[in-house]
């Protein structure tokens, strides 16, 4: 009696999730349509979710350039702040053959305000409600300028939660 009941309520879930889901990717299709009439300038592309605490510029900046097929502006800064190699690049590179204009859903899973000068965020971007790759950079601020400490993205979220 107890696992049919929890059967239904499972499957409930997932439809108020999905309903959700859905409703919330039209809001973002109308605020982008009416920014793109709009000619709205120098605004980032953004993740939906973790509004409890306040997004980092550069790592915002970042998710944008993923989310607008601008990985050579992604590239270009993680190679300035030192933290890129050649697995990262061949990522990166293969996600701009695959999807040269980005990606139309990322979703921040967790933000961590480590401390007043160390964030981490966890993201999801995906495409037409399927999973593409999990991503997650920490940036550290010193003197009042943001940097680049560390990044890592994979299609497994493992890699980005345990080896970062």
Known sequence: MCCRNSRKITTFHLNVLKDYLMKTMMKRACVTA???LLGATGAYAQC???ADIPA???IEESWSNIMTGG????????????VTNGSIENSLRSLERQRPDGFAQCTVLLRNQISDRLVREWVLFGEDGGIGFFATMTVVTIDGADRVIGFNLDSNI??????H
């Open 34 to 36: 009416v920014a793109c």
């Open 48 to 50: 939906d979710g973790s």
């Open 56 to 58: 980092n510029p550069l």
């Open 71 to 82: 990985f050579d502006a992604l590239l270009e800064e993680l190679s300035s702040a030192g």
């Open 158 to 163: 493992d890699p980005t939660l345990y080896n």
